[in-house]
């Protein structure tokens, strides 16, 4: 008897237990939510502002006035750009009319893997900027395509891209020199830059037969 009479009192005890759990699972999450709505506004804030940081690497403030971050164009995974996932361009504009795009690129025949680019190309089709974003070349030696860890701080060697019209360059000079083209590169250290070389020019060639598209005046 002294048994039976426990079992209901046991009961009510896990059920008060049980419930005590499912407020605090609730009100924990419900302070969780609140707080992620709370922050959220911050965490784009700062999302933004390092992705501009990263645009106005390859391309001057001077050259548009318009919101990058919003007039943008969703590519589908295109092959000349190297992406096997959907991607964004940015569309800038001076004065209502088209001045440049910043575009992903991905060199996927680097030393190590693929290699990320950012890519600035004017309207006229002459590149303004190249950028590495992400690669995981040899350090100290494959690493030199990135301008903070190139030796020659004057002129780095990214920087070769720039005011070149890749349309109207032989393809036999986008090689590096070592192999009869115009760009130069390290000794020893000659597969990272030929991925990258290969991949600008396809980019900048995919730019040119789509420019109508990809430089439309109206926003979409």
């Known amino acids: 008897m002294t048994k039976l009479a426990k079992s209901p009192s046991a009961m009510k005890m896990a059920a008060r237990t049980a419930i005590i759990l499912f407020l605090f699972v609730v009100i924990f999450t419900g302070l969780l939510s609140g707080a992620y709505l709370w922050t959220l506004p911050t965490i784009e804030a700062a999302a933004a ?27 589908m995974p295109t092959a000349a750009l190297g992406q096997d996932d959907a991607s964004t361009v940015y569309r800038a504009r001076r004065n209502g009319q088209a001045s440049a795009l910043v575009f992903e690129a991905i060199a996927p025949d680097g030393y190590a893997g693929k290699i990320y680019l950012l890519i600035a190309l004017g309207a006229d089709g002459t590149l303004i900027g190249v950028r590495v974003t992400q690669h995981k070349e040899t350090p100290g030696l494959g690493d030199y395509i990135e301008p ?15 005011g070149l019209v890749p349309v109207a360059i032989d393809v036999r000079e986008w090689k590096v ?20 070389i290969k991949a600008v020019r396809k980019a900048a060639l995919y730019v040119a037969e789509n420019h109508e598209q990809l430089f439309a005046t109206e926003k979409r």
Do not use: C, H
């Open 148 to 162: 903070k860890k190139d030796k020659n701080k004057e002129r780095p060697w990214i920087t070769q891209f720039d």
């Open 177 to 196: 020199k070592k192999d009869g083209g115009r760009f130069d590169s390290v000794a020893g250290a000659t597969v990272t830059p030929r991925a990258v």
């Open 49 to 75: 502002e390092e992705k501009m940081k990263l645009i106005n690497e390859v391309l001057p403030r001077s050259s548009y006035d318009n919101d990058l971050l919003k007039d943008t164009l969703p590519l």
